[in-house]
């Protein structure tokens, strides 16, 4: 059973949740039912839906019913903190559903981190939020498509700050991290791992910049022999995302946010997910955000919301595969 969240209510979330539900693999959605009627009476859709008290509920209707769990009740008079509340209420619900086993695995659809922040609650994204809710200290964001898998080191942040962050306990966790998700998620017993310079041609041996030679190449010699697979780094970005080159590696680990996105949008956009390594639980999302000029309008593409779910139970899979 997979706990899919309800999202941003104004945004496409409820909508590529009813376009891309299926009767595998089971889920149970946790949100208002009131919006996931409204919004699939909107697109035409006569998927038959029943809200239920507890997974087992859910567990116990046909597979082809939409069973709709009601997150804990919170009550605001301000509709935009009530819509705030719903969300996060809906995401940590789902969350303790995880960690208490009640089911194999979550996925989100996209929230306003914006709103979230304005109604008073202090989480930067998804990721934050469930690290605190699971007690992991260092979560690291994975995005993946059909062909690439990339970890950025550093996400939301000023590329002035970057060089600052990239430390080299940093990048050491990122890449245990990495490496063991690739062993346990993705059952590759030896990854390959590739990890990217941060200056133009990998600083090109300290001309543009010592990064690479006082952080980031000690480092990757040093776990190579240690870890199982292969480490390699630093090489130069803008020669790694090319078909031959992608060849060679299984993930790669960039040092900022858009030199691991731009490749893999160029490649997947809207057909990527979002998963997060290194917690206990199995969790997956969209690789789009809210997407609030085209809400409503039904013209949304389920392609990544699918993913996610096909990525989660194959995820499940593998793990239930290790631990055996």
């Given amino acids: 059973m997979i706990a899919i969240t309800q999202g941003d209510p104004h945004g496409v979330g409820p909508e590529v949740t009813i376009k891309g539900f299926s009767p595998t693999p089971r889920r149970i959605h946790i949100g208002e039912s009131a919006l996931y009627k409204k919004c699939a009476k909107s697109l035409g859709y006569s998927i038959p839906m029943q809200e239920v008290s507890t997974v087992k509920e859910a567990e116990a209707l046909p597979a082809d019913v939409f069973a709709i769990l009601p997150p804990p009740a919170k009550s ?151 870890l199982t697979g292969e480490i390699r780094g630093p090489l130069p970005a803008d020669s790694l995302f090319h078909s031959e080159a992608r060849k060679q590696y299984d993930v790669v680990i960039c040092m900022y946010h858009d030199q691991a996105l731009i490749p893999l949008k160029m490649l997947g956009f809207g057909k990527a997910v979002n998963i997060t390594l290194g917690l206990p639980i199995v969790r997956t999302s969209v690789d789009h955000g809210t997407a609030y000029d085209i809400a409503g309008k039904g013209i949304a593409d389920p392609t990544s919301f699918k993913e996610a779910i096909r990525l989660a139970g194959l995820i499940v899979n593998n793990r239930q595969k290790t631990s055996d």
Avoid: W
């Fill in 76 to 226: 605001s008079s301000s509709p935009f903190a009530k819509d705030a509340i719903t969300t996060i209420q809906s995401i940590s619900f789902a969350c303790q559903l995880a960690v208490t086993g009640q089911v194999q695995a979550m996925v989100t659809p996209p929230i306003n981190k914006a709103v979230i922040h304005k109604a008073g609650y202090n989480f930067p994204g998804h990721t934050e939020m469930l690290a605190e809710y699971t007690k992991t200290e260092h979560p690291v964001m994975m995005l993946a498509t059909k062909g690439l898998k990339v970890v950025p080191a550093t996400i939301h942040q000023a590329l002035s700050e970057v060089s600052k962050t990239l430390t080299s306990e940093l990048l050491e966790q990122i890449i245990r991290t990495t490496a063991t998700a690739m062993q346990r998620d993705f059952a590759i017993a030896k990854p390959r791992i590739t990890v990217t310079g941060l200056n133009p041609h990998a600083g090109e041996d300290g001309a543009f910049g010592l990064e690479e030679l006082e952080v980031i190449a000690p480092l990757c010699q040093r776990l190579n022999l240690e």
